[in-house]
């Protein structure tokens, strides 16, 4: 079973950037389609940004669209999101979770359809 590990996550003020990392043990992370997802207190956990397993194909949130980026690394088993432009509104718990694809293009939007997801790592943007 896949292990994911997030980190990169930390304080900073409005319009800045930090790039959030999610590495991931096991011999199958090239066939996964990665997510990134994030919750804020009191609200529920909301999807943020995934990448099919081939890289290809890419979708996100539209709160997000324009200022961050989701990439992989299959050779450090490693999925990436790039945070630019950074708004206090995008505080919240960061999580990347795997899902186990069958089809090279599909990107999985909805939570339960992950198999897989890391502990968080937390982001905190300063008014």
């Known amino acids: 079973q896949a292990q994911l590990v997030e980190s990169g996550g930390g304080l900073v003020q409005a319009g800045g950037s930090l790039r959030l990392s999610c590495a991931a043990s096991?011999?199958?992370?090239?066939?996964?389609?990665m997510g990134w997802f994030r919750q804020a207190p009191g609200k529920e956990r909301e999807f943020v940004a995934a990448?099919?397993?081939?890289?290809?194909?890419?979708s996100y949130a539209d709160s997000v669209k324009g200022r961050f980026t989701i990439s992989r690394d299959n050779a450090k088993n490693t999925v990436y999101l790039q945070m630019n432009s950074l708004k206090p509104e995008d505080t919240a718990v960061y999580y990347c979770?795997?899902?186990?694809?069958?089809?090279?293009?599909?990107?999985?939007?909805?939570?339960?359809?992950?198999?897989?997801w890391g502990q968080g790592t937390q982001v905190t943007v300063s008014s």
């Open positions: 096991g011999r199958t992370f090239s066939t996964y389609a």
């Open positions: 990448m099919s397993w081939s890289g290809g194909d890419t």
């Open positions: 979770a795997g899902h186990t694809a069958l089809s090279s293009n599909y990107v999985p939007l909805g939570n339960d359809e992950y198999d897989h």
